[in-house]
């Protein structure tokens, strides 16, 4: 585990706003006795809920984030958002 001291900002996925805060935990039961414990997001200016969140330090991009964004987009045209 690396430890990072740069500050992290949550990014919402769907309309990357900056105004996410932390909405607890969820224990999705994924079958007999492995439930996995998800963390919880919700995004105060779309209404986002969801584990899934981008985070961000406070940087400048660097081209492993930009690849990642091409990621998310690919993966938001494939969830519709
Ligand atoms: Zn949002």
Not at 1 to 28: F, H
Not at 64 to 76: C, F, G, R, V, Y
Request: glycine share 12%.
């Amino acid at each position: 585990m690396e430890n990072k001291e740069d500050k992290t900002q949550l990014i919402c996925p769907k309309c990357r706003s900056g105004r996410i805060v932390y909405a607890g935990t969820t224990v999705s039961s994924g079958g007999a006795g492995t439930g996995t414990t998800d963390q919880r997001y919700l995004c105060k200016d779309c209404g986002y809920v969801g584990s899934f969140v981008l985070d961000v330090s406070g940087r400048e991009k660097t081209e492993s984030d930009i690849a990642m964004e091409e990621d998310l987009m690919k993966i938001k045209k494939e969830l519709g958002l």
